[in-house]
């Protein structure tokens, strides 16, 4: 009787250690943005925050800066995650659903796009993005973060919409419905989860891409978060405090959003794994 | 049916990608010249510092307010990418107006054309130019930058911790082992390859302060026996821990700032930083305590970019930067380093910062961060030189060994 309590025990201790190397970095950097001058090289390490230290928080804020950085990661990741996902769905439909010639190949290359580095495609990207003016721009960056994102994107999907039984979409085209419509009223609703994990994947890409928008983001106000944080290290001297505030508030919406979508994420990235 | 099906398919597929199209180059920038005044960008790492940041940009608000014109808007770069971004941005034909580079990235700039030559855009014998960190401005006769700031590098010690400043090697060995309890530290240097650029700047000052070179200006001259004196004494501080290990610059010199470190080798701008960061830190600045009175100095020109299209402007912009008041007024915000023209420091800043007087005085036995006779290939060599220090501090090879791997690379690189 009493072994299944301390299986659950034990269990739910396992959960909390993971739990905690999870979310220790984030409350570091919470306690270290909230820790004083005096305190923050000492030889004991502060582990409660000091609250009293609060108006660094509203001290970056009230710069404007911060909030222009974060609205901008918002608008590059959001704008990522759909024009990836948009793409991506009848490029996975098309893999997973009809047969051309060359369809192994263009998987393959597919493949072969996400082992390039993106500092390896600077230079190239820089030059062509500077042809067609699009240097300096939310909208550069998220075609170029949607190019590099949309080839894992899109092997998810295929390999999702590859467990959907054709049957289904069969049914549909008896009942008259067009290749349109049944890929999005039939297919897109059935791998809801996968898209849910696509576009977590997406959205922390660009969330979190720094080479692109550093090179091709001139003006101040188009910077994200990411390059915002990037600036605040000075070649004498870094405001840590300010830092680990900008960087805990630059975290916390990536952390909202996978909460929100992240009970689809588990059996999305699953799906089409183990095909019948 | 079926065509008129695929046709409507293909027109809905193109108005999307349209949308999409005017989307996005409506996103597009459209700087330069709006209703007559033109805009420029000027770049420089120091506009991040928290202490030199906030007056620079002030000071560039000035020239904003000297007429209506042109206009300069800093360019926010961050400094750890700073020189890998700029270069980019530059060899695509784009990139700001002015920059202002250190060393290694301006001889590579102006190896590869990157940089506008300024000797019909600006008439330098208006101006009492410092003799000594101007020579490297000009490459065969053509003039590519102006010394936006000179920089000579010396030891920097918390006064409170340090009674009288060690004037020997080994008191400087010492002080730096009696310093080292608990949470404080007695030195603090870069050990990492992420902060490559540092790591040169901080070993350059070993090397040189043994009587090293880094090349006899025809030949790399990486493991000659003074060399790996020098680096020797650079990896003993190392092995004795008396430094915060892994720990990165900014890190450190906010530990200096806390009173948390005992001495640093670091650059008269590092004066301004250091207040902005603790107005209440007492600390004094001396000489290297090396065996020869030779240290790095970081010369940092401001140059135009040649993809400028308004070059004509950001003359105007470094003229206005070269008059005497605007000089004096840049040198009080750089801190303790110098500007590109002779400037007297006022009786008021030298009571304020005694210690003014030891950087100038170095001036005259101070170097650039870079490798005579192969000024372009700076950057590369460093790289090289970095890789193998930093292995043999990391214990994966023996110093020598190390510095004559990095001898070899080098030398291939160079050709």
Redesign the interface.
């Known amino acids: 009787m009493r072994l299944p309590h301390v299986g659950l025990t034990l269990r739910i201790i396992g959960v909390l250690l993971v739990l905690g190397v999870a979310v220790f970095p984030l409350y570091w950097m919470f306690v270290t943005a909230l820790t004083g001058?005096?305190e923050?090289?000492?030889?004991e390490a502060r582990l409660v925050p000091d609250f009293s230290q609060f108006g660094v928080f509203i001290d970056a804020l009230a710069e404007g800066k911060a909030t222009t950085w974060l609205l901008n990661s918002l608008v590059i990741a959001a704008g990522t995650t759909i024009?990836s996902i948009g793409l991506g769905i009848p490029l996975g439909y098309a893999l997973s659903r009809f047969s051309f010639r060359g369809k192994v190949i263009v998987t393959v290359v597919l493949l072969f796009t996400q082992m390039l580095p993106e500092a390896l495609m600077?230079?190239p990207l820089?030059?062509l993005f500077?042809r067609f003016?699009?240097?300096?721009?939310?909208?550069?960056l998220?075609?170029v973060n949607s190019a590099f994102v949309l080839p894992i994107v899109a092997l998810i999907l295929k390999g999702a919409i590859d467990g959907l039984p054709r049957e289904v979409e069969e049914s549909a085209r008896v009942d008259g419905a067009?290749p349109?419509t049944v890929l999005l009223r039939i297919n897109v609703p059935l791998i809801a989860p996968s898209l849910a994990a696509t576009a977590v994947i997406a959205f922390f890409h660009a969330w979190n891409e720094y080479v692109f928008a550093?090179?091709f983001v001139?003006?101040?106000g188009l910077?994200p978060a990411s390059?915002?944080i990037?600036?605040?290290?000075?070649?004498?001297?870094?405001?840590?405090q300010t830092v680990m505030a900008v960087s805990f508030m630059f975290t916390a919406p990536a952390v909202v959003f996978y909460l929100f979508v992240q009970k689809y994420v588990v059996a999305g990235m699953t799906a089409g794994a183990v095909k019948g | 049916m079926r065509l008129h099906r695929i046709r409507r398919s293909m027109v809905a597929a193109v108005s999307v990608t349209g949308m999409a199209a005017a989307l996005l180059a409506g996103c597009g920038s459209d700087g330069g010249s709006e209703g007559g005044v033109t805009k420029l960008t000027f770049a420089a790492s120091t506009l991040g510092d928290p202490g030199r940041g906030p007056l620079l940009t002030k000071w560039l608000e000035e020239f904003n307010k000297s007429q209506n014109k042109v206009q300069v808007s800093p360019a926010a770069v961050p400094y750890p990418t700073f020189g890998q971004t700029i270069l980019t941005q530059m060899g695509s034909g784009k990139g700001p107006d002015l920059i202002r580079f250190d060393m290694p990235e301006f001889e590579s700039a102006s190896d590869a054309g990157l940089i506008a030559p300024l000797n019909d855009l600006i008439d330098v014998s208006k101006y009492d130019l410092l003799k000594q960190p101007d020579q490297f401005m000009v490459h065969d006769g053509q003039r590519h930058g102006i010394i936006f700031e000179a920089s000579n590098y010396a030891m920097f010690y918390n006064a409170d911790l340090i009674k009288k400043a060690p004037t020997t090697y080994d008191e400087f060995v010492e002080t730096a082992k009696s310093l080292t309890k608990g949470d404080t530290y007695g030195l603090a240097f870069r050990q990492t390859e992420a902060e490559e650029a540092g790591v040169w700047q901080d070993i350059f000052n070993y090397v040189y302060g043994f009587g090293g070179a880094w090349s006899d200006g025809k030949q790399l001259t990486i493991n000659s026996p003074e060399n790996l004196k020098g680096l020797q004494a650079y990896k003993d501080l190392y092995d004795a821990k008396v430094i915060p290990r892994g720990t990165d610059a900014a890190t450190f010199r906010r530990m200096f700032a806390e009173g948390k470190v005992g001495m640093e080798l670091n650059n008269g701008g590092y004066v301004t930083a250091t207040r902005g960061q603790n107005a209440d830190l007492n600390f004094n600045v001396a000489p290297i305590p090396f065996p020869v009175r030779k240290q790095g100095t970081i010369l940092a020109p401001i140059v135009i970019n040649e993809a400028s299209p308004a070059k004509e402007e950001a003359a105007t912009f470094i003229k206005w930067a070269l008059e005497p008041a605007n000089q004096v007024k840049l040198q009080e915000i750089l801190g303790a380093s110098s500007v590109a023209t002779v400037t007297q420091r006022s009786p008021e800043k030298l009571k304020e910062t005694p210690f003014l007087t030891v950087f100038d005085d170095l001036t005259e036995s101070s170097l650039p961060q870079i490798v005579l006779g192969f000024e372009a290939k700076t950057p590369d060599i460093r790289k090289v030189v970095v890789k193998n220090v930093i292995a043999a501090l990391q214990g994966t090879v023996d110093l020598k060994t190390a510095l004559d791997n990095a001898q070899q690379e080098a030398s291939q690189l160079v050709g």
């Open positions: 001058d005096s923050l090289f000492a030889s024009l600077v230079v820089f030059a500077r003016d699009l240097l300096d721009s939310l909208g550069g998220i075609l067009r349109l550093v090179t001139f003006t101040p910077q390059v915002g990037a600036n605040f290290i000075g070649e004498l001297g870094t405001p840590i």
